[in-house]
C-alpha cells in the first residue's frame, strides 16, 4: 500500500504527523528540488540515507561540508568502502574517526538539516511506501520523534531569513572584540564556544561554516549569539584594487595594439578571399564546370604574427569551463547547485585533480540562497 500525493493538497509536514500518530514503517520519497528518502521505523524517524542511491549520501556531504572530514580522508574511506560491504557509518566507528556517542548526534543533526531542505521547498511530490522490508539494509543511529523534527525545521526555516539578512556575505572577516576581552575566558558553552574557538586569527564566514563541524544554521546562530553579547565583531572583506600598471608598460601596451591593427586586417582581407574563391566563385560558374576541374580553388593563409595569450589565463579559463559544466550536470540530476565544489567532486561531476587545480588558481564559487544560481570568481 502506498500514500502519495502533492504536498500543495497535503502538506509534507501532515504528511510527517499521520505517520507518527499511526506508528507506520516504511519510506517516504519526496520529490523537490533536493530529492530525499526519509525511513520511519514505528512512527520514529530513523534515516535519511538511501540505500538505493549509492553515489548520493547525505551523511557523506554533511561529513565533508562542514569540516568533520577533510577530502584526503575522505577519499581513504571510499576506497575502504569499495573494499568491502561495510557502511559508512560502520567505516567511521573500526577507523575510530568518531565514537559511538558523537556518531549518534552527527547522524541526527544531518536529519535535522536535510528535513529543513526539503520542508523548505513548496513544490513537491511524495510517496509513501509502507512495510518494514523497505528498512532492510539501512544502518541508522537514531530514533528522532516527528514532533521535535518538525518543530526544529519550522523554527530554522522561520529564523533562516533573518540569518541570511545578518550574514549577507561569506566573505565576511570575524575576529574577536579586542575591547571585551580579559584575563578570564568568557563562560560559553556548547556551539558558541566552538566558533569562539575557531577565532584565534581573523576568519571569513566561509572558513567558519567549513570548520565549525555544525550545521550552517547552527554556526549562524551562534555567531548571532556572540555578535549580540559583544564578543564579537566583523567587517566586509576588502575588495581588492586593480593592479596599477607602469607607464612604460602602458606603452607598449598600445605600440602592440598599433602593429596589431594592420596585421588584423590583413588576416580579414585572406579569410574574405578565402571565402570568395571557395565558395561564390564555383556557384557563379556553369554547370558541370567542378566536374571538368582537375581540383578545387584554394587559399592558403600565410602565419601571421598574431595576439599573444597569456597561458594562466587560458587555463583559469578551460577550468571555468570544465567546472560550469559539472555544476548544469548536477542541476540537472539534483535539481539545484551543491553547496561546494567538493560536493561536485564527491559525486563524480568533476575529478579530483580538477578541483585541486581550482583551489589552487583561487577560484571561488558561490550558490545564491535558493541553490538556483551560482557565480564564479
Same mark, same amino acid.
Given at each position: ?15 510527517? +504527523? ?11 520519497? %519526496? ?13 520514529? &524517524? ?12 547525505? /551523511? ?6 562542514? @569540516?568533520?572530514? #577533510? ?11 569499495? @573494499?568491502?560491504?561495510? #557502511? ?36 513537491? +511530490?511524495?510517496?509513501?511506501?509502507? @512495510? ?24 530554522? %526555516? ?16 570575524? !575576529? ?6 580579559? #584575563? ?14 575557531? /577565532? !584565534? ?43 596599477? &600598471? ?36 564555383? *556557384?557563379?560558374?556553369?554547370?558541370? *564546370? ?6 578545387? /580553388? ?61 583551489? +589552487? ?15 564564479? +570568481?
Amino acid at each position: 500500500m502506498a500514500l502519495e500525493g502533492n504536498a500543495k493538497d497535503f502538506g509534507l509536514s501532515e504528511i510527517f +504527523q499521520l505517520i507518527s500518530i499511526q506508528k507506520k514503517s516504511g519510506m517516504l520519497s %519526496i520529490v523537490a528540488e533536493e530529492n530525499i528518502a526519509i525511513f520511519f521505523q514505528d512512527g520514529m &524517524i530513523m534515516s535519511t540515507r538511501d540505500r538505493r542511491n549509492k553515489s548520493k549520501d547525505p /551523511l557523506k556531504d554533511y561529513l565533508l561540508r562542514y @569540516g568533520f572530514i #577533510d577530502r584526503d580522508e575522505m577519499n581513504n574511506l571510499q576506497q575502504i568502502q569499495s @573494499g568491502s560491504n561495510m #557502511d559508512l557509518t560502520e567505516i567511521l566507528l573500526s577507523e575510530k574517526y568518531f565514537s559511538e556517542d558523537e556518531l549518534t548526534a552527527i547522524f541526527a543533526e544531518q536529519i535535522y538539516e536535510s528535513i529543513h531542505e526539503v520542508l523548505s521547498c513548496p513544490k513537491s +511530490q511524495y510517496k509513501f511506501v509502507i @512495510g518494514k522490508n523497505v528498512l532492510s539494509g539501512i544502518k541508522s543511529y537514531a530514533s528522532l520523534k516527528v514532533e521535535g523534527v518538525l518543530m526544529e525545521s519550522m523554527r530554522r %526555516i522561520d529564523e533562516f531569513p533573518e540569518m541570511r539578512r545578518i550574514f549577507p556575505s561569506e566573505d565576511m572577516i570575524f !575576529q574577536k572584540n579586542p575591547s571585551s576581552s580579559t #584575563d578570564k575566558e568568557p563562560d560559553l558553552s556548547g556551539n558558541e564556544e566552538v566558533i569562539y574557538d575557531l /577565532l !584565534q586569527h581573523e576568519r571569513t564566514l566561509e572558513y567558519l561554516v567549513s570548520h565549525s563541524r555544525m550545521a550552517r544554521f547552527c554556526t549562524y546562530e551562534s555567531l548571532k549569539r556572540l555578535l549580540e553579547t559583544g564578543l564579537l565583531e566583523f567587517r566586509e572583506a576588502e575588495k581588492a584594487e586593480p593592479e596599477k &600598471i607602469p607607464e612604460k608598460t602602458v606603452k607598449t601596451r598600445k605600440d602592440k595594439r598599433k602593429r596589431f591593427v594592420p596585421t588584423f586586417a590583413i588576416m580579414i582581407i585572406l579569410v574574405a578571399s578565402f571565402a570568395v574563391g571557395e565558395y561564390l566563385v564555383p *556557384w557563379l560558374m556553369p554547370p558541370g *564546370w567542378k566536374a571538368r576541374t582537375s581540383g578545387t /580553388l584554394t587559399a592558403s593563409v600565410p602565419e601571421t604574427a598574431g595576439l599573444t595569450v597569456n597561458p594562466d589565463e587560458l587555463r583559469i579559463r578551460s577550468l571555468k569551463a570544465t567546472i560550469s559544466q559539472g555544476l548544469d550536470e548536477y542541476y540537472g540530476s539534483m535539481g539545484s547547485y551543491p553547496f561546494t565544489l567538493e560536493v561536485l567532486a564527491i559525486r563524480n561531476f568533476i575529478s579530483g585533480p580538477t578541483l585541486e587545480l581550482v583551489q +589552487q588558481a583561487g577560484i571561488r564559487y558561490r550558490m545564491n540562497d535558493n541553490g538556483g544560481a551560482y557565480s564564479l +570568481q
